[in-house]
């Protein structure tokens, strides 16, 4: 099976910053790409960024040019580093990776716990 372990999020103050981790462990072929997505209370789950496995990356708009995506594909890992956090940045962020677990086998989505991010006025 496949695992996504999320980690790095917390409290801050607005403006600050935070970085977020995901690794996604177990058999693992390839994966595609990875994104992390965010949910605020009282809202749906919204794409916040991704990063293929080229490193093209992708951004919502609220967050351009304060959030960046990077991955290291040796560990599996995805980083979202979080500059100028703004309250509204606040809620659970969920990592996802699209992936194959064997050679041939087809494309499946797995998301990891969530970690919550909390930013204070």
């Known amino acids: 099976q496949v695992q996504l372990v999320e980690s790095g999020g917390g409290l801050v103050q607005a403006g600050g910053s935070l970085r977020l981790s995901c690794t996604a462990s177990?058999?693992?072929?390839?994966?595609?790409?990875m994104r992390w997505y965010r949910q605020s209370p009282g809202k749906q789950r919204d794409l916040v960024a991704s990063?293929?496995?080229?490193?093209?990356?992708n951004y919502a708009d609220s967050v351009k040019g304060r959030f960046t995506i990077s991955r290291d594909g040796g560990k599996n890992t995805v980083y979202l580093q979080m500059n100028s956090l703004k309250p509204e940045d606040t809620g659970v962020y969920y990592c996802?990776?699209?992936?194959?677990?064997?050679?041939?086998?087809?494309?499946?989505?797995?998301w990891g716990q969530g970690t919550q991010v909390t930013v204070s006025s």
């Open positions: 996802n990776a699209e992936l194959r677990q064997y050679s041939g086998y087809p494309l499946r989505n797995y």
């Open positions: 177990g058999t693992i072929f390839s994966i595609n790409f």
């Open positions: 990063i293929s496995s080229g490193t093209s990356t």
